[in-house]
């Protein structure tokens, strides 16, 4: 997805699922950030608003498949990466875009940054961000850019856009086989005769 298709997020928010979102964040040609929150699941209930050593402390660590992306934007270019996180996270909290749906940027939320074709993601931690080597595992990008371009989702196995699964013949159910075979095996007997039907 091209960076023009993202300078209006609520017409990217309604339109896509957040794997598609995340991914128009992936593909953005320039520079770009995007905003992602913990979702309302059971799952995060004691990940949300947690500093990163107290989630450390539950022996856990900050999970892409826990997160929705709720934000994305061009990316303005900067000198100083901490003090542009600092005023993003000022934006998010004083000064928020009209199209933000997300809550007021906090603790245990994630700011990704593209910049370079670079991803970095950064933990918004009790004071300062921390940055999260290793929060988008390479098969999840794989995945991703694969499901994005997979004209087959029966093909989902590491090669992309390798072209419709054969076509295979339908096969009887094992059940079928059994019983055909079952009739197949039967030995022959020949059928009972009755007295009775003979001397009439």
Do not use: C
């Not at 091209?2 to 794997?19: A, C, P, T, Y």
């Not at 990163?52 to 539950?58: A, G, I, M, P």
């Amino acid at each position: 997805m091209s960076q023009d298709k993202i300078e209006r997020w609520n017409e990217v928010d309604g339109n896509l699922d957040n794997s598609e979102k995340m991914q128009a964040f992936l593909d953005s040609t320039t520079d770009a950030y995007a905003i992602l929150q913990l979702r309302h699941i059971d799952e995060t209930v004691y990940e949300r608003f947690e500093s990163y050593d107290s989630l450390k402390r539950q022996g856990k660590e900050p999970d892409i498949d826990h997160y929705d992306v709720v934000y994305m934007a061009p990316l303005s270019s900067y000198t100083d990466q901490t003090a542009m996180l600092e005023g993003l996270y000022t934006k998010f909290n004083v000064d928020q875009p009209e199209d933000f749906r997300g809550h007021s940027l906090s603790v245990s939320d994630i700011v990704a940054l593209k910049t370079d074709d670079v991803v970095s993601f950064h933990y918004v931690d009790s004071i300062g961000f921390r940055e999260l080597q290793g929060f988008m595992k390479p098969e999840n990008y794989l995945k991703n850019a694969e499901m994005a371009v997979e004209d087959d989702y029966g093909m989902l196995d590491g090669i992309v856009n390798n072209g419709k699964a054969p076509v295979t013949e339908e096969r009887s159910s094992v059940l079928a086989q059994l019983k055909e075979r079952s009739a197949l095996d039967a030995p022959y007997k020949p059928a009972k005769s009755h007295p009775e039907r003979e001397m009439e």
